[in-house]
């Protein structure tokens, strides 16, 4: 797979673009991506021509539409955010992004909990950064996640996939849409799906079968709106667990009794969290290619990203 292209607040990066003239450098953040994405960074406030350094600001209003203003003169600096936005989010390289790393608490970046100043204070949490709600709007099948959140292994994890298999969705949808497209996909992508939500996998394995039966553009509207709510939600150590038993059930007329019970015993250590998730997938992996079972072979969650395999290496 091509080096995909992952936006990141650019003081993340170790750029002096804050309100005060300092970075906020995570070297966790850009040890663990760099080396798989090339990284581009982002600032709204100094690209929209805010200058650096500059007085801080703050959301105030209505949380579905917050205005931008400075702190001490109350200068409304939302228009000349939102016109930037508008086109920044037309260039192709922002198109192009697999995923967006964004600062947390940020007035324009924040993606949740910003301070929303509403009147008397205190101010409520419920904000969002101005760029962060106009980049969602605008790309639903890209993935965003704070810089914060990276931090806990599941919502890391659960990013990292997110990036890869949305990735593969857009590149479907830019092939034309096609119902064997369509069909192909979901069953590269079955695993990982189930992996993520039995609810929202099961109701897209309905559509997919009953496909031929209805428009394929109301097909794809909903295939697509079920993948993203899938997504959204953690793979916890049950989901997986539950995964590689359904795994498991592929390999059973094939595997030899004592295979079959170091299999077994391996699924149940994970569950109990003695070993991480990688030693049952490369297992499973491994006598998928010695029975030569096509089905497992596709499957994407036997061959993740090498940064996600990494990233898996955890009990």
């Not at 581009?40 to 205005?67: D, F």
């Not at 101005?130 to 599941?154: G, M, N, Y």
């Not at 297992?283 to 996600?308: E, S, V």
Request: glycine share 4%.
């Amino acid at each position: 797979m091509e080096r995909l292209k992952l936006g990141i607040s650019a003081c993340l990066l170790g750029k002096k673009v804050r309100y005060d003239g300092r970075d906020a450098y995570d070297s966790y953040l850009i040890d663990l991506f760099s080396p798989y994405f090339q990284l581009v960074p982002i600032c709204p406030e100094t690209e929209a021509g805010l200058g650096i350094p500059r007085e801080p600001m703050m959301l105030v209003g209505n949380k579905n539409s917050p205005r931008l203003v400075v702190i001490k003169t109350g200068n409304d600096v939302t228009k000349k955010i939102i016109a930037w936005a508008q086109r920044k989010l037309k260039e192709k390289e922002i198109e192009h992004l697999g995923g967006l790393i964004l600062k947390s608490k940020s007035p324009s970046c924040g993606l949740k909990r910003v301070k929303l100043f509403k009147g008397k204070p205190p101010p409520s949490r419920e904000g969002k950064g101005l760029f962060a709600q106009s980049f969602q709007e605008k790309f639903p099948f890209i993935p965003v996640e704070e810089d914060t959140e990276l931090q806990q292994t599941q919502q890391r994890e659960n990013f990292i996939n997110r990036i890869f298999i949305l990735y593969e969705w857009r590149r479907f949808l830019q092939k034309g849409k096609d119902i064997k497209f369509l069909v192909d996909f979901h069953s590269r992508f079955k695993s990982s799906l189930l992996a993520q939500s039995q609810k929202y996998y099961y109701q897209m394995e309905k559509l997919v079968k009953q496909a031929q039966h209805f428009p394929l553009e109301e097909i794809i509207k909903q295939y697509s709106q079920l993948l993203v709510k899938a997504l959204s939600l953690k793979a916890t150590n049950k989901k997986h667990s539950y995964t590689l038993n359904y795994l498991l059930a592929f390999l059973k007329k094939s595997l030899q009794p004592e295979e079959k019970k170091e299999l077994l015993d391996v699924i149940s250590s994970y569950q109990k969290g003695e070993i991480p998730l990688v030693i049952p997938i490369t297992l499973i992996n491994h006598y998928a290619q010695k029975y030569n079972q096509p089905y497992l072979q596709q499957q994407y969650y036997l061959h993740p990203h090498p940064l996600q395999l990494k990233l898996l290496n955890h009990a």
